[in-house]
């Protein structure tokens, strides 16, 4: 049978919207099951704390179950490369962290390109980490830290987190910006670091805020500066690092990535909802409890951020020659 030409035309038209039509469909179809929160800590770190109130929230406005799926190790590269893997569906998140941008450096083999294979979805908070020091450590501002560091080089042990962890790079870009010499003494995790710094095995420890708060207000340590831009609503007494060290800079950033591939209506559905999460009231306060800043992004912006942080820390972990365990 000859189609009228008017006709055929008309029914390949509609053959050509058909694709697209599909993919906005799955797009508002999205979620339709069960969506895994990949961390790559374990359960209680920062990342999962993060991760979590979000996961909630997105578990309530969405009807599907969004679960924590802790998968530690390698310094969160388990993690990644479990999400770069996963089908580019939208049902696997990744919790992207500054290790992330980090570790694109500190590793020089990974069976991933993060920046290639992890497609930024959204914001959610940066977090400063607080420079600390033992009460037993003379100096009560930073000028005279850095005046008894230069007065003792080689004497004072810098600990941190782990080899390429927030606290680690947070003090080695002090130690290059202030031209100081500290000893780093690397530990398993924030926790046996804080614990040492409390009882004076250590002289500085440069913590991400959340571990740190209670210590602090506790005056069982004394903090003398914040590494973000601007002062911690959290502890607005306490001045920045750049008051005294002119563009230094170095907080921590969470968000959301998934697989690349992953179709554009997902993504855009997800950062619409996060950014819905992070205007919620009870959300703020959350992360405001925790010391952490509401960052608001678009998957864009977001990949562009992380972009620019993996070629700050390279600069850092070249000039400290830092290598990975």
């Known amino acids: 049978m000859k189609l009228p030409r008017r006709k ?10 058909l694709p697209a039509i599909a993919r906005v469909a799955w797009g508002q179809a999205y979620p339709a099951r069960l969506v895994r929160i990949v961390v790559s800590f374990p ?10 109130p979000i996961a909630q929230w997105l578990q309530e406005h969405l009807g599907q179950p969004f679960v924590i799926d802790n998968r530690p190790g390698a310094g969160g590269n388990i993690g990644t490369e479990a999400v770069v893997r996963a089908p580019a569906d939208g049902y696997t998140l990744l ?15 990974l069976n991933f390109n993060f920046l290639r294979d992890i497609e930024a979805v959204g914001s959610i908070a940066d977090v400063a980490n607080v420079m600390l020091v033992n009460p037993a450590v003379p100096a009560k501002t930073l000028p005279e830290f850095v005046a008894y560091a230069k007065a003792n080089p080689g004497k004072i042990n810098m600990a941190s987190g782990g080899i390429g962890a927030a606290s680690h790079i947070a003090g080695e ?11 780093h003494v690397p530990y398993r995790g924030s926790p046996p670091a804080l614990t040492d710094l409390l009882g004076g095995q250590v002289q500085v420890n440069f913590s991400l805020l959340p571990p740190a708060i209670e210590h602090i207000r506790a005056g069982k340590l004394r903090a003398l500066a914040v590494t973000s831009a601007k002062r911690s609503p959290t502890l607005p007494d306490i001045p920045t690092m750049a008051e005294f060290l002119p563009k230094y800079e170095a907080s921590s950033v969470w968000g959301f990535g998934v697989p690349t591939g992953t179709p554009a209506d997902i993504i855009g559905k997800l ?12 959300i703020q306060t959350t992360l405001a409890d925790l010391g952490a800043s509401v960052l608001t992004r678009s998957p864009a912006e977001f990949g562009k951020l992380m972009s620019d942080e993996t070629e700050k820390w390279a600069k850092v972990i070249r000039f400290a020659n830092i290598k990975a365990e």
């Open 271 to 282: 950062n619409r909802e996060i950014n819905a999460a992070l205007s919620d009231v009870h």
């Open 43 to 52: 359960a209680g770190s920062t990342s999962d704390i993060l991760a979590r």
């Open 95 to 109: 919790m992207v962290t500054t290790a992330n941008a980090v570790n694109a450096t500190l590793y020089e083999k």
């Open 8 to 17: 055929f035309l008309h029914l390949a038209a509609g053959a050509v919207a």
């Open 173 to 183: 870009l002090f130690k290059m910006m202030a031209g100081v010499n500290m000893v």
